[in-house]
């Protein structure tokens, strides 16, 4: 590793450290985007059970918020219970907007280092390119400095795809995965309105499907 380093120069250390920050945010994302996390399947059944059972409180809903981001928008809409069904969807929603900025947390570094990286890669290589032809002399040519530049040229670029694609790849599965959970929570999110406002067919808190019952 130090040679292939050594033979890269200078310029690999930037990449080398967009390929730190760039691993540190895969595994960070990769444990906290875990659906059990983020919307847990039984939470809503849960809810509608408590809901139906003991109402709304603020014990409740305090526990309900902690619980998971799906949580948060939950009790944000049981908040406003009592409220038309129009301050309570705008409630959820801006509930929503929140728990999306902390889901897409870190994602904008992670995509801005796949996207610099070749470019960074590339610069490596223009210095490569410099090295060469500066080993060009009147005396002839020197075959250590023409070496190390063409060194330099190609592990540059070459490092610079090796951090490029996995962090984009990431990048891509990432925002999809937010994507999912966002649409799932705002799913929930209005069958709750519904069933508060009594709009929707009752449901089984456990199979979460509706019953016969209206």
Do not use: C
């Not at 990432?174 to 966002?182: N, Q, W, Y």
């Amino acid at each position: 590793m130090f040679a292939l380093i050594t033979a890269a120069g200078w310029p690999v250390y930037p990449l080398l450290i967009a390929s730190i920050i760039a691993v540190a945010l895969i595994i960070e994302r990769l444990m906290m985007l875990r659906k059990e996390k983020i919307v847990p399947t039984d939470l809503f059944g849960k809810v509608v059970n408590a809901y139906r059972q003991h109402g709304v409180n603020a014990r409740m809903l305090e526990q309900l918020a902690k619980d998971s981001p799906l949580g948060q928008v939950l009790a944000a809409g049981l908040r406003n219970h009592k409220s038309s069904r129009y301050v309570m969807k705008e409630a959820i929603e801006e509930a929503g907007h929140a728990v999306s900025h902390e889901l897409e947390r870190f994602l904008t570094t992670l995509g801005t280092i796949a996207t610099i990286a070749p470019l960074m890669g590339l610069f490596g290589t223009v210095v490569g390119m410099i090295e060469i032809f500066g080993s060009q002399s009147p005396s002839g040519t020197n075959p250590q400095v023409l070496a190390h530049g063409i060194s330099v040229a190609l592990y540059n670029t070459a490092l610079g795809l090796v951090v490029a694609i996995p962090a984009m790849i990431f990048y891509r599965h990432f925002r999809a995965k937010v994507e999912s959970f966002l649409v799932d929570m705002e799913q929930q999110a209005s069958k709750l309105v519904d069933l508060v406002h009594g709009e929707r067919l009752d449901f089984d808190a456990k199979s979460q499907q509706p019953s016969d019952k209206v």
